[in-house]
Each structure stands twice: as C-alpha cells, then as structure tokens.
RNA sequence: GGCCCCAUCGUCUAACGGUCAGGACACCACUCUUUCAAGGUGGUAAUACGGGUUCGAUUCCCGUUGGGGUCACCA
C-alpha cells in the first residue's frame, strides 16, 4: 500500500553550519527511510530572515552530501510556503480556535513583569480573548497592530514516543502561542506543522530539544484536524564537559572534521554509534549492516558525550582498511593546502605506505608524509627534545656513527633490508644497543620518536636526503 | 522557578527479573620487534542514593539527589 510508506524529514535553518548533533539526526532520518523503503526529504527553515543566509544553506547541503546523505524530495524552502502557513492559521481563527490579540511587545512584557517571580510560568491572560467582537472590529479598523493566537485546550496531550515511550502534558500548563505574527508572518510552530501535515510527513524523528514543542505541535494538528505523525525524539550530543555542544568545545561542524582529515564513513559510522547500538559488540559497521540493524526502537534516551578520541581511533580503523592508493589524492590535497612539493602524484604511495598504519586521519598522513619529503617541515616534538636533552652528546655521536655506516651504502643497496644489516653490523662492533643507535636517526628524520621501523624510514626518505638531514642533525646538536 | 526528559566503568554502550554485569575507546602491563610505534594478549574500572514489589532486582514502582531540555511576535 503506497500510502503506509514512511516518509521523514530532516529540517535544520540554515542560522549557522551543519553540526555534529544535526548530521546524526540527519543520518537517522536517513536511515529510518532507506531501511523502510520511505522517502527522505529535506526542508530549509529559513523564516528567520535575520539570520539565514544562502552560504549556511550550502554549506549545510555540502555537509550532507559528505555524509552520504541523499534526500528524496527537496530541498524544498520554508520560506516559499508562507501563504499556506498563513492560510492555516487564519482558517483556525476563523474556526474559532486562535483569536487575535493587541496587547504589544511592550505590554506583553510589562504583564510577564507584573506576574512574575511568583514561580509558574508566564501565561498569557487571555485578555484579548474575552474582547467583544464589536471592540476587536472597531480596533482593525483604527489599524491596530494584531497577532493571531491559539487557544491552548484545557485537556491532556500525550503521545507515545518512538524513543521515549508515552510522554504526558497538560493544556493547562501551556501557554496560548502566537501562530502569526502582527506582519502577518508565521511562527515556527505553526509552519513546522503546517510544513509536515502537507508534505505527509509520517515519522518525526528530531532532537530531544523539541519535546516541549511537541504537545504545542500536536494541539495544532488536531486543531487543524489533521492526523498526528509518529515522534521520535532523539537525545542531545554533549560536550565533554557534559555541557550542550558549542562552539568552545572547538570542533562541532561536520566541515571541521572533514578539515581534520576524518573520512565520511568513518564520521557516519561514529555517529550512528552515538545513541544508538547496533547490538552484538558491533563497532566498525559497513553501510549495509547499518540498514539491516537500524531501529528506532534502539535509540538510546540519554544524552551521549562527543568523544573525538573515539572518533579518531574509528577512523585510523578506516584507514588502515583502505589501500594506499585511496588515500593519494586526499593526501596531495592536504600537501597542496601545506605548500609542500611532491612532484607526481604517484610518487606519494610509498610514503603513505609507511605511515599510513600509525596515522588516525588524512591531516596526520600528510604532514607524516611531509616530513619525510622535506626536511624543512621537521618540527621537534616534546618527546624528541626529552630524548635530546638526556643523550646530550650521545645524541651527536651516535648520528654521526651511523652516518658514517650509511655512507658506505651504494644507491643501489639503499633499500630496507641491507640498511637494516649495515647497522646492526655498526651496533655489534661498537657493542652498543641498537636501539640507542636507531632512535637518534628517528629523531633527526622525524622530529618525532613514532615511526615505522627505522630501516624502512631511510628507505622511504632516500640515501642522499638521509645522510645531508643526518649530518646537519649532528653538526646542529654536536 | 513551572513543565518535561534522563541516570550501567572516565567516555560510547550490552543486559529487555536469575550473567563472575559483556564489548569498544582511553589507560596500565605483557608480547612481537637486537628500534619507537602499529598489531596481538591480559588487566584496572560501573549499575547515583533510599525505600518498596518479588524466592530473586541494572531491569518494575515510589521518593531523593544530580544532570539536561524548554518556557519569545527565534528556529
């Protein structure tokens, strides 16, 4: 039956960029659609005027494009859909269920002032309501500014949450809303409302911060006399404070771990794992098993906290999955942002063969990668200047010896194996440990005391670039 | 403050009345490597508290505490 097919939305105003929370609620749209065989679609709130802009819009579309993200329908604009809005809230005026209120900005805060501090919350008086229609006729007619407002029912509103199970409210406690302002423009609730009732929209599926929107938005559905979609209210993504995510908590957009070298699939699969569990221990999870597991009955109702080390370990998983060759061309990208130099495109391979296994993301690759092709981008990290410090003279002597070893190496010998061989030979006729011997070449070459095997590094950077980075390293220290 | 939501290792989570409370990240140890890592193996670590219900509670109910959301002519 055509009409059971479940259709979703993901509804984000384009007021700022695609953050973390959002793309998991897009990806759980998403999900809930292509495992469902329903429709996806996409709506732009941008009613706020002030403060949409066409660049938070793309970039927003981009983000979701990154993701994997594909919608149906759309995107389709809010803002173009004002006159139904409009039209809706004048037809429940007109049905007598909102009324038009005068009381100004200015007056209404004057009310919320003198009913204050006594401990409820603020609710309109209902003033305007009990006006005469005369009184309300004669006050259009001297061109008093007016807003539409909603009769808020004295009754209960409940709903059973996909997520949450059943969740009560009571009219009583909620205020009378304004569904259209005094220029004539609607108010969110009304739109969204409107918005889903036209688009058919089946399943609800949004961030939990719009629970106390939900029993306003369902009192306008049966207002409307419209049916009532499914809800799915999904928990908030944290800080690692435990605070609501923001911009001080550094990277909240999907673009800044895009820029940090995280890959898209990696991202999904992280972010499907926050409030939600696949069951079975499952962790790293294709696409297709994503789908084949997704419920949203396996939603989880607490708040999860943002842990990038995680994201980051996931995404060292995908890479060390992924075959060197994926990485050349997002690699050269970074290379080219860094101004670093590399000729062909070809050429990166094997350097991204040797650091590719202890790299977490695309960033850490490529300046990997950099300071293996330019000893200009060697920086000495905290460790390396510790190790420094305590070999003191050692650290000369040590990297003058080997390069004197190294030396003796043809071009044609310089490969892993027979440097490998050249200096242990050096360490059983000097009688000193091997690794006091490699360390300092890791060091000099790196800047760093992680690396592959150390053979392998010289292999990789090259007998010429090695023996003139190991000499200056010595002359530079000794 | 009113209303609403939530509560298992530091973090992400499993458990849908009976488990030595499981897995993953992080951390620690060991192992492999005549080298640092990566990898492999193992370990430390949790049911917020108090009452019930039950033969038996992480699980069901109530309260306390703690966190979060929301209360606009914003979305």
Known sequence: MINTLPRVRFAPSPTGYLHVGGARTALFNWLFARKTGGVF??????????????????????????LGLDWDVGPVFQGAEVERHRADAERLLADG??????????????QRKAA?????AFKYDRRCDRL????VKARIESGAPNVIRFRMPDEEIAWDDAVHSRIVFQGKDLDDLVILRSDRTP???????????????THVIRGDDHISNTPKQIALYRALGAPIPIFAHVPMILGADGKKLSKRHGATAVGDYRNLGILPAAMRNFLALMGWSPGEDREIL?????LALFSLEGIQKKPAVFDTTKLEWMNGQYLSRLPAQDLVEPVARELDRMSVNYGAL???LPYIEAVKARSR?????????????????????????????????????????????????EESEWSAEPILEALKARVESDGMKLGDLLQPIRVALTGSTVSEPVNELLAVVGRSSSLARLTAAAERSG
């Open 41 to 66: 679609l996409l709506r732009i709130e941008d009613t706020d005027a002030q403060r949409s802009t066409d660049e938070h819009t793309q970039v927003i579309l981009d983000g979701l494009k990154w």
């Open 97 to 110: 269920k909102a009324y038009r209120c005068f009381c100004t900005k200015e007056e209404l805060e004057a």
């Open 116 to 120: 204050g501090s006594g401990g409820d």
């Open 132 to 135: 005469s229609a005369e009184e």
């Open 187 to 201: 108010i969110y609730n009304m739109a969204v409302v409107s918005d889903d009732i036209a688009m058919r929209i």
């Open 286 to 290: 294709s696409e297709e098993e994503m």
């Open 346 to 348: 070809h050429v990166l």
């Open 361 to 409: 993301t695309i960033l850490d690759i490529a300046r990997q990668v950099a300071v293996r092709l330019d000893s200009r981008q060697v920086e000495y990290d905290e460790k390396a200047r510790k190790l420094m410090d305590k070999m003191g003279a050692d650290y000369a002597k040590s990297l003058t010896a080997a390069t004197g070893t190294l030396r003796a190496l």
